[in-house]
């Protein structure tokens, strides 16, 4: 399982270091191209969800350090360095399309934003070093 999740984080990562979740247009077929949008919040939760448990099961930090890169994709730290969490209405946009944001703010969109924060809290709460 962690070598399966080493490999999703490594594909996973723009060259400048951030999330790049595989996109939804296309996925990721075999022999294919990557599909690089429209990105999604539930994908950015799942990973988050995955790179904290790794962290509390085996205490490396590479995973915690994972966990926060993913995060940081809601709050800007992504290929368009556009927020996809709106502070301003405590919902989360739908995608990260390719030159813009879907503006819809769907529950299962904020759900995932709010469910990753929960994580973040819970590999705070077990390191404070992820504060």
Same mark, same amino acid.
């Given at each position: 399982?962690?070598? &399966?999740? =080493?490999?999703?984080? #490594?594909?996973?990562?723009?060259?400048?270091?951030?999330?790049? !979740? %595989?996109?939804?247009?296309?996925?990721?077929?075999?022999?294919?191209?990557?599909?690089?949008?429209?990105?999604?919040?539930?994908?950015?939760?799942?990973?988050?969800?995955?790179?904290?448990?790794?962290?509390?099961?085996?205490?490396?930090?590479?995973?915690?350090? &994972?966990? =926060?890169?993913?995060? #940081?994709?809601?709050?800007?730290?992504?290929?368009?360095?556009? !927020? %996809?969490?709106?502070?301003?209405?405590?919902?989360?946009?739908?995608?990260?399309?390719?030159?813009?944001?879907?503006?819809?703010?769907?529950?299962?969109?904020?759900?995932?934003?709010?469910?990753?924060?929960?994580?973040?809290?819970?590999?705070?709460?077990?390191?404070?070093?992820?504060?």
């Amino acid at each position: 399982g962690l070598t &399966s999740l =080493r490999w999703l984080v #490594e594909i996973q990562t723009a060259p400048d270091g951030h999330f790049a !979740p %595989i996109g939804c247009n296309g996925f990721w077929r075999r022999d294919g191209e990557r599909a690089h949008f429209d990105q999604q919040p539930l994908e950015a939760h799942a990973m988050i969800s995955a790179c904290v448990e790794a962290f509390l099961i085996t205490r490396d930090p590479q995973w915690g350090e &994972s966990a =926060r890169c993913c995060f #940081e994709w809601f709050l800007g730290r992504n290929d368009l360095g556009l !927020p %996809i969490y709106d502070a301003s209405t405590g919902g989360c946009r739908d995608a990260l399309l390719q030159d813009h944001l879907n503006e819809n703010q769907g529950a299962e969109s904020s759900l995932a934003f709010y469910l990753s924060q929960i994580e973040m809290l819970r590999l705070e709460e077990a390191d404070p070093q992820f504060h």
